[in-house]
Every structure is written in structure tokens, then in C-alpha cells.
């Protein structure tokens, strides 16, 4: 299906291999994996990609993102070779890791949490396990590792304790936590050692795209020395937070990167609640984002690790594309591209226990690469630019892309991801959340 190279030289222009930019060099592929980077005068004649006035670098990683079939082409065209499933059904999406396992041409490698483990009420029945008590998320973390995941995903109506024992219970099965918090907040949740937080959840106020802009500074300053005592990672996800606040901008309407979204989603898109918001509520989450951005930089100039994730597929985030966007979001925050660049590579990877195997070029490491014409370590926009993707060491035509795309959109998506996005636009109503905690006096 791909072009499958067994013994291959891929001879950019320069390469950035998680940390630094060189030139002069190429990379020998053999499989899937990096065999050795060698002079790109001493390549001859073996069979070769040549990229002039291309920088390579790792390929990306979307650490946040809630996946169906229609999405996969448009992951890989835009040179995300990774990504986290951080809420699905639990067989879909063992499949789904498993098809994309077989067949690099299929999707991006996967790794997935199967359905998110809420407390006594759910917001997203369709992708969600009850927990009434502690006992009861115990043994659902349990079932869940047995059942094969990777990572264990908490959500917003657990309490303290129910969060708690998912922790502890998933530690002691070696798996990473994440979570969505709501009912508490991001001091507690990283005290009780949560590896990662979600959305800027617990320590920014938003509900759903974020009606207040306000953020205590001490607050903040005690969240991220938590942080950094605890080593608890966020994955802002800024995205979801800008475009559900821009959601009636016509360069979001009118993105010609639209061709990657099926068709009903697109339509959905175009009828969600969010566009019929009072302008004042509207105006004040365009506020929050600011404060978000702030909040980013701030943990980011302390020292606080920082990964990048999409929740791809709300409103006008893209499939693959909406990590561009993303890491333009964290560029604008402050950030240097370089470091931005290393929140979607090297440091996603090692929160996916991927260390060494992607988010990197260097021999040893799988052959998941991207081409992008000009320099993203330089000017973060040139990311959209790609010239060339290779997952797993087989390189990715666009033009079957294409095909498999179009084959996707001419059926209706059945995925639970796709009928909660749909419902949510026919419905015109927003699942109720707890309102965000900040310290235990508030």
C-alpha cells in the first residue's frame, strides 16, 4: 500500500533531531527503524528521498485527541505518527491501536486509555464507566489494564477518594494517569500523584471554553510548585479553549483543511451550540484564553513539563492539522518554537513511555519522520508545510491518503467519538459540569 523502502537514505537539507539542527546529513532506514546518520555526500547511489530546502524532524505526537476511522488519513498527512487516545470505546479502540499496528498506512501508532473513569454521574455516557465508590474504580482500573490499555484516564465527577484509588490502583499495575478534573482541584490531584492534568484543569477557572478570565496568582504559583514537587505534567490543549470561542470566525469556517473532516462532522461543526452563545459570554472566554496562554508560559518558565494535545475532534480542530495549530498557540504564549517543538516529540513521547522509539532521530529510533518545507525550529508557521511523512519506515503517499480519506467519507462514521459529536450539535445542549475547585477554602 505505502512505499516500502527495505534499505533507504532520506537526504534533507538539514535535520533536527529533537535537539539540535544540523546540516549535511542524511538518515540510512532500514525497516522501521534508523539505522545511522551519515554524511549526505556518502549516500552514491542508494536508493534515496532527497528533500532540498526541507528540515526533518521527528514525527509529531498528539497527546489528546478522541479518535474515529475518518480521522486517520488526515493524521498522517499533516505528520502526526502518534497519538494518545484519551477517551473511546474500549474495543473500538483496541482495534483501532491494533489495525494501525499491522499497517503504518492505516493510522498513526496508538496508544489509548480506553473509556474515561467518571464518578457518580457521566458526562459522555458513550465513552464513560460509572463509579459509585472507591471499590468500584478500583476494579474498574483493574479490568481496564487486564483488558490491555495503556494509560488510565479520570474524570470530572470523581471525588478525592475515588481519585485516589484509581492512582494508587493504577500505579501499582504500572500504568500512567491522567485526568479531566472538576471536582478536585489541581494542588490535590498532583499531591495524590496524578501523572497528568488535562486542559489546564484545577488551576485555570473554565467550564467549557472558560466564562471567567481570572486566575488567582498565588493559586497558580501553589499549583505549579505542586507541580514540580510532584512531577505532574499538564497537556494544555489550548486549541479546543480558541476554537470553541471562535467558533463564527470565517477563516475557521472557510479552512481548506476542512477537506480532512468527514462531511457530517463538518456540518455538525457548523451547527454547534457554542455559535449561539451570548457575544458577552463569547468575548470573556476570548479573554480566558489569554489567561490560559499566560498560565502556559508561566509553568513553562518554571520549569513545569509541558506536552502538547489537541482534543481532536471538537469544533474546527482538525485531525492532524489542529496540532499545528496548537503549537502555534504555545509559540504565542511565549514559548520558543524549538521548545514547542519538543512538547509534541521528545517530551510527549517519554509521557507515552515511548523514550528513544519516536520523538526523536537517532539510530535506533523508528523511522517515524516529517519533511517540512523551510525551518519550524525558526518560524513555528513553516510546520504546515509538510513535504513528506514516514511512519514507522514506510513513507506515506499523499495521493493514497487521499484515497483512503474519501473511501472513509463516502459511509456514515458509526464510532461512539462521531455520534457524541453529532449529538451534542442536534441536541444544542451542553453536558453539565462541577464547577472547578481551587483550594479547599473556596
Known amino acids: 500500500m505505502s512505499e516500502n523502502l527495505k534499505h533507504w537514505a532520506v537526504v534533507p537539507d538539514a535535520i533536527w533531531n529533537g535537539t539540535t539542527v544540523t546540516k549535511g546529513k542524511a538518515l540510512i532506514i532500514e525497516g522501521e527503524r534508523i539505522v545511522e546518520l551519515v554524511d549526505s555526500r556518502s549516500v552514491g547511489k542508494m536508493r534515496s528521498v532527497n528533500l532540498p530546502d526541507c528540515t526533518l524532524i521527528p514525527g509529531l505526537i498528539d497527546a489528546h485527541v478522541h479518535l474515529s476511522n475518518w480521522m486517520m488519513p488526515g ?103 491522567l485526568a479531566h478534573l472538576g471536582g478536585v482541584n489541581a494542588i490535590d490531584a498532583s499531591k495524590i500523584k496524578v501523572d497528568e492534568i488535562e486542559h489546564l484543569t484545577g488551576c485555570v477557572h473554565h467550564e467549557h471554553g472558560g466564562e471567567s478570565p481570572f486566575v488567582d496568582p498565588e493559586y497558580l504559583s501553589a499549583c505549579i510548585d505542586s507541580f514540580l514537587e510532584n512531577q505532574t505534567i499538564m497537556c494544555p490543549t489550548l486549541m479546543v479553549w480558541d476554537r470553541l470561542c471562535r467558533i463564527n470566525e470565517s477563516v475557521l469556517i472557510n479552512d481548506n483543511r476542512l477537506r480532512w473532516v468527514h462531511p457530517q462532522v463538518r456540518s455538525a461543526w457548523a451547527r454547534f451550540p457554542h455559535r449561539y452563545l451570548d457575544p458577552e459570554v463569547r468575548l470573556k472566554r476570548q479573554q480566558s484564553l489569554i489567561t490560559m496562554k499566560r498560565a502556559v508560559y508561566e509553568m513553562w518558565r518554571r520549569g513545569c513539563e509541558i506536552i502538547t494535545g489537541t482534543d481532536t475532534p471538537w469544533p474546527y480542530v482538525i485531525p492532524g492539522f489542529g496540532l499545528h495549530d496548537e503549537l502555534a498557540l504555545i509559540v504565542d504564549s511565549g514559548i520558543a518554537p524549538i521548545e514547542a517543538l ?89 453536558p453539565k459540569s462541577p464547577p472547578v475547585i481551587f483550594t479547599d477554602e473556596s
Open 342 to 430: 519538543k512538547m509534541a516529540t521528545s517530551r510527549a513521547a517519554a509521557a507515552l513511555g515511548l523514550t528513544g522509539e519516536v520523538g526523536v532521530i537517532a539510530p535506533g529510533a523508528i523511522a517515524d519522520l516529517v519533511g517540512i518545507g523551510g525551518d519550524p525550529t525558526e518560524d513555528i508557521l513553516h510546520l504546515s508545510n509538510v513535504q513528506f511523512v514516514c511512519h514507522r519506515g514506510e513513507v506515506v503517499l499523499g495521493d493514497q491518503l487521499v484515497g483512503l480519506r474519501d473511501a472513509e467519507f463516502a459511509i456514515d462514521p458509526q464510532d461512539a467519538i462521531t455520534e457524541m459529536i453529532l449529538g451534542v450539535a442536534d441536541t444544542k445542549q451542553l
Open 75 to 177: 493524521f498522517l498527512a499533516a505528520g502526526v505518527t502518534t497519538v494518545r487516545d484519551t477517551g473511546n470505546n474500549l474495543e473500538w479502540v483496541l482495534n483501532a491501536r491494533e489495525r494501525t499496528r499491522k499497517n503504518p498506512l492505516a493510522g498513526p501508532t496508538i496508544k489509548c486509555c480506553g473509556p474515561v473513569l467518571d464518578g457518580r454521574t457521566t458526562n459522555w455516557p458513550k465513552i464513560s464507566r460509572q463509579n459509585n465508590d472507591c471499590n468500584q474504580v478500583i476494579r474498574s482500573v483493574e479490568e481496564l489494564v487486564s483488558a490491555g490499555v495503556d494509560a488510565i484516564k479520570l474524570y470530572v465527577n470523581l471525588d478525592k477518594d475515588q481519585m485516589d484509588a484509581a492512582i494508587t490502583t493504577a500505579h501499582n499495575l504500572d500504568k500512567f494517569v
